[in-house]
C-alpha cells in the first residue's frame, strides 16, 4: 500500500510539472505574438522586415508598381483625354488620386477577360469552327473595353439626377438660413447637414466646399468647384450669383430668394415636360404590344364564324 502511494504521489508531482511547464511556455508564446502584433501595428522594423517576405506584401509591390507605371506612361498630366476621364471620375464621386490608372487597367483587363471568356465560352459549345467565331471574340473585347466608360455615364447620370432633384431644396434651405441671419458658410454648413439623409451625394459635395473653404480658399472658388462636381449648370449660375453680389454689394438674401424661385419654376417646368412627352413615349409600346391584343379580341369572334359558317 505504501508502493502504491508513493507511485501515486510520483505521478501526481510529474503531471504538475509537465503542466507547469507547459502553462509556462504557453504564456511565454501568447506575450510573444502580442508584443509582435503590436510592434507590426506601430510599423516596427522587424515587423516590416517580417512582412516584406509575405506574399502579401509581394503583390501589392506590384500591383503599387503597375498603377503607379500607368499613371506614369497612360496618364500624362498634359494630356486632353486624362482631362476629360478625370472630370467624368469626379462627376461620378471618384475622387481617388490613382483613378485614372484604375480605370485605364480595368478597360484592359476586361477586354482580356471578355475576349477570352468569349472563346472558352464557344469552344466548350463548338462554336470554335464558324466564321463568326472570331467576330463574337472581338466583340467581347470591345464590350469589356466599353464596360467602365458605360459604368461611369450610368453613374453620372444618377448623380445628375439626385443633384437635380435636391438643388432646389438646398436652395429654399440656404434663403431660410439666410433670412435667419446666419452667413454664407454658416448657412451651407448648416444645408449639408441637413441634406445628408435625403440627398446623400449634394451633401457631401457641399461639405467638400466647406473644407475648401476653411482650408483658406475663397466662397468664389469653393462654389465654382461646387458647380464643376456637380455637373449642373444651376450650380455654376449660383456660384457667379454669390460672385456677382458680392463684388456689387447687393443683398444676398433677395438674390438668394429670387434664384430660389427660379430653380422652383425649373423644377415644375421640367415636370410639365415629362408629363406632355408622356403621351409620344406611349404611342409605340400601345401599338405594339396592347393594339394586336385588341384586335385579335375583337376579330376573333368573327373569324370563327367565317371558318364554321355559323352566321
Not at 506612361?73 to 464621386?93: F, P
Request: proline share 3%.
Amino acid at each position: 500500500m505504501f508502493a502504491d502511494t508513493t507511485i501515486t504521489v510520483l505521478n501526481v508531482l510529474i503531471f504538475l510539472t509537465a503542466s507547469t511547464l507547459a502553462f509556462s511556455l504557453m504564456n511565454t508564446l501568447i506575450a510573444r505574438e502580442a508584443v509582435r502584433r503590436r510592434a507590426a501595428r506601430m510599423g516596427g522594423d522587424e515587423a516590416g522586415a517580417d512582412n516584406r517576405r509575405s506574399l502579401r506584401y509581394s503583390g501589392r509591390r506590384a500591383a503599387q508598381k503597375l498603377v503607379d507605371y500607368t499613371t506614369k506612361h497612360y496618364s500624362a498630366e498634359g494630356s486632353t483625354d486624362l482631362k476629360a476621364v478625370r472630370q467624368r471620375l469626379i462627376l461620378a464621386g471618384i475622387y481617388d488620386p490613382h483613378a485614372a490608372a484604375y480605370y485605364f487597367l480595368a478597360r484592359g483587363a476586361l477586354a482580356v477577360v471578355f475576349a477570352l471568356t468569349a472563346y472558352f465560352g464557344l469552344s466548350m459549345l463548338g462554336l470554335n469552327t464558324k466564321t463568326s467565331f472570331w467576330l463574337f471574340v472581338f466583340g467581347g473585347a470591345c464590350l469589356g473595353y466599353l464596360a467602365p466608360s458605360l459604368y461611369l455615364d450610368r453613374r453620372i447620370a444618377a448623380r445628375r439626377l439626385e443633384h437635380q432633384a435636391g438643388f432646389p431644396d438646398f436652395m429654399d434651405l440656404l434663403v431660410v438660413c439666410a433670412d435667419a441671419g446666419l452667413s454664407i458658410e454658416a448657412a451651407l454648413d448648416r444645408v449639408g447637414r441637413e441634406l445628408g439623409l435625403s440627398y446623400p451625394s449634394l451633401a457631401a459635395n457641399i461639405h467638400m466646399a466647406n473644407l475648401e473653404i476653411r482650408a483658406g480658399r475663397t466662397m468664389s472658388e469653393a462654389l465654382e468647384h461646387l458647380g464643376d462636381r456637380l455637373g449642373l449648370e444651376e450650380a455654376r449660375s449660383f456660384a457667379t450669383l454669390i460672385q456677382q453680389s458680392d463684388e456689387l454689394g447687393s443683398s444676398i438674401s433677395d438674390a438668394l430668394r429670387v434664384y430660389s424661385d427660379d430653380m422652383r419654376h425649373k423644377r415644375l417646368s421640367r415636370a410639365e415636360e415629362k408629363a406632355y412627352s408622356l403621351p409620344a413615349k406611349l404611342a409605340v409600346p400601345m401599338m405594339v404590344c396592347i393594339f394586336p391584343v385588341l384586335f385579335i379580341v375583337i376579330l376573333c369572334p368573327v373569324i370563327v364564324r367565317v371558318a364554321t359558317n355559323m352566321w
